[in-house]
């Protein structure tokens, strides 16, 4: 079984000013490391795999945003990037980037 790793960063800006946005998650381009979003059938078993239930009404809410990273080779996942494009409230596109990751030793 590989590691899972649910992320649910940088969304916040989306929620706050309340756009309905549908999270769609492309396939990972690197072999053993699968993506999944909460429109994926194995995301809400991932999810209690990583958080068991029972969870807070709080953290429930933001589990339609987040996206499971499961790394199933021998190497460590040291950085990823996340880019959002979403439709603003006036019809415009608007889009959202975040860029995360470990420093190595």
């Known amino acids: 079984m590989g590691r899972r790793v649910i992320l649910t ?3 916040a800006a989306c929620v706050h000013i309340g756009m309905s946005q549908t ?6 381009t690197v072999p053993g ?3 999944s979003g909460p429109l994926s059938a194995e995301y809400s ?5 990583i958080l068991a239930p029972p969870r807070s009404p ?3 809410g ?3 945003f987040g996206i499971v990273l499961k790394n199933g080779t021998s190497q ?5 990037a996340v880019h959002w494009n ?4 006036n019809g415009s596109a608007g889009a959202l980037f975040a860029r995360l990751g470990v420093a190595q030793k």
Do not use: K, R
Not at 23 to 28: A, C, L
Not at 86 to 89: D, E, I, S, T
């Open 62 to 64: 933001w589990l339609p």
């Open 58 to 60: 709080a953290l429930n």
């Open 86 to 89: 979403v439709n603003l409230p």
């Open 23 to 28: 999270v769609t998650v492309d396939p990972s």
């Open 33 to 35: 490391v699968e993506l």
């Open 76 to 80: 460590n996942v040291i950085g990823f």
């Open 45 to 49: 078993t991932y999810v209690d795999q």
């Open 9 to 11: 960063a940088g969304l």
